[in-house]
C-alpha cells in the first residue's frame, strides 16, 4: 500500500507562485512515475505533469513554462512548483503514484486527497 498527501495549496494572486507538495509512505518502493492533475470546477479532471523514475518528463500545455515537477526520493516527496499563476490554474490538485510492475507490487495507481490552489485576479 501507498499513502500520498499533497500540501501547499492556498490563496494567490495572478502573477504569483506556489509550491506543492506530495510525501509518498507505506510500499514506496511500488511507484514508478509520480504524476500531478487538477481538476476545476465543473470540468474534467487534467493530466498536469508527469516525472517518471527514469527521468521522462511530461508537462500539460496550458501550463508548460510555468510549472516544474520535481521529486526528491531521499523523502519521497514530489514538488510541483507553479509561477506565473492565472485565475484559470484554480483547480484541486492531485498527486498520482503509478504502479512499478514487480509481482510484489499491485498494479493499482495511488492518489493523494487533493490540496486546492486558488488564484485570484
Known amino acids: 500500500q501507498v499513502q500520498l498527501v499533497e500540501s501547499g495549496g492556498g490563496l494567490v494572486q495572478a502573477g504569483g507562485s506556489l509550491r506543492l507538495s506530495c510525501v509518498a509512505s507505506g510500499d514506496t518502493h511500488c511507484v514508478s512515475a509520480m504524476d500531478w492533475y487538477r481538476q476545476a470546477p465543473g470540468k474534467e479532471r487534467e493530466l498536469v505533469a508527469v516525472?517518471?523514475?527514469?527521468?521522462?518528463?511530461y508537462y500539460g500545455d496550458s501550463v508548460k513554462g510555468r510549472f516544474t515537477i520535481t521529486r526528491d526520493f531521499s523523502t519521497h516527496t514530489t514538488y510541483l512548483q507553479m509561477n506565473t499563476l492565472k485565475p484559470e490554474d484554480t483547480a484541486v490538485y492531485y498527486c498520482?503514484?503509478?504502479?512499478?510492475?514487480?509481482?510484489?507490487?499491485?498494479?493499482?495507481?495511488?492518489w493523494g486527497q487533493g490540496t486546492l490552489v486558488t488564484v485570484s485576479e
Open positions: 516525472l517518471g523514475n527514469g527521468g521522462r518528463l
Open positions: 498520482n503514484a503509478e504502479p512499478a510492475i514487480a509481482t510484489t507490487c499491485p498494479q493499482v495507481e495511488y
